[in-house]
């Protein structure tokens, strides 16, 4: 059973628009909230997270929307452009020492 | 460039044959953790060291044993390897806990044939 559900698993967007991908989760314990960044053949890198007494985030172009009593979490990719195509992953944190992922959305940014 | 090292970086196995995983952080990072990525199921945690000497299972454990050999080196090894063990393997660290998110290798793909 998964822990975190992403949408959507694919993403098509064009240059200069906007990505949105979401999370859910059902754990009240979670209590941290990261995005992750992954290109092929690399490991996913932190990109961005909140916490759950924040209800959004933003650095740059990417902003985290949290909302606590609907259990929802996502993240928002503005004036997107073909550098940012690649998997995003969310997670989750539990007892301050594991991450729980969602199942990644591979996003493709067209010129 | 300091970070977590894995090798190898891609591994055959027959099914049966043995094999470990090595990953070093040089961040002195006290946790280190083993997930596995499959396409369609993100990444999924196999085991965990919170602090030098101790080790707990994740999500995922069956098959795998972990060793943490000092801070900065936590080893996967597959005894018995079995297809279904085919995938990416990523270790990763984080400096107390997981608070401030993991630093992650860059992966080692395993095919066991």
């Known amino acids: 059973q998964q822990q975190v559900k992403q949408s959507p698993q694919s993403l098509i967007v064009q240059k200069g628009g906007i990505s949105i991908i979401n999370c859910a989760y059902e754990?009240?314990?979670?209590?941290?909230f990261p995005w992750y960044q992954q290109f092929p053949g690399k490991g996913p890198a932190l990109l961005i997270a909140?916490?759950?007494?924040?209800s959004e985030k933003k650095e740059g172009r990417f902003t985290i929307s949290f909302n606590k009593s609907a259990k929802q979490f996502s993240l928002h990719i503005m004036d997107s452009q073909p550098g940012d195509s690649a998997t995003y992953f969310c997670?989750?944190?539990?007892?301050?020492?594991?991450?729980?992922f969602g199942s990644g959305t591979k996003l493709n940014v067209k010129p | 460039n300091a970070g977590v090292t894995q090798t190898p970086k891609f591994q055959v196995l027959k099914t049966g044959q043995s094999m470990t995983l090595q990953c070093a952080q040089d961040m002195n990072h006290n946790s280190m953790y083993w997930y596995r990525q499959d396409p369609g199921m993100g990444l999924r945690l196999i085991y965990y060291?919170?602090?030098?000497?101790?080790?707990d299972k994740g999500e995922v454990p069956n098959g795998y044993n972990v060793s943490r050999l000092n801070k900065r080196e936590f080893s996967l090894r597959l005894e018995s390897a079995a297809p279904s063990q085919t995938s990416v393997y990523f270790c990763?660290?984080?400096?107390?806990?997981?608070?401030?998110?993991?630093?992650f290798g860059s992966g080692t793909r395993l095919t066991v044939v």
């Open positions: 060291s919170a602090s030098e000497g101790t080790t």
């Open positions: 909140i916490r759950p007494d924040v």
């Open positions: 990763a660290s984080s400096a107390t806990g997981a608070g401030l998110g993991y630093t």
């Open positions: 754990n009240t314990a979670f209590d941290y």
């Open positions: 997670a989750a944190l539990y007892n301050f020492n594991k991450f729980y």
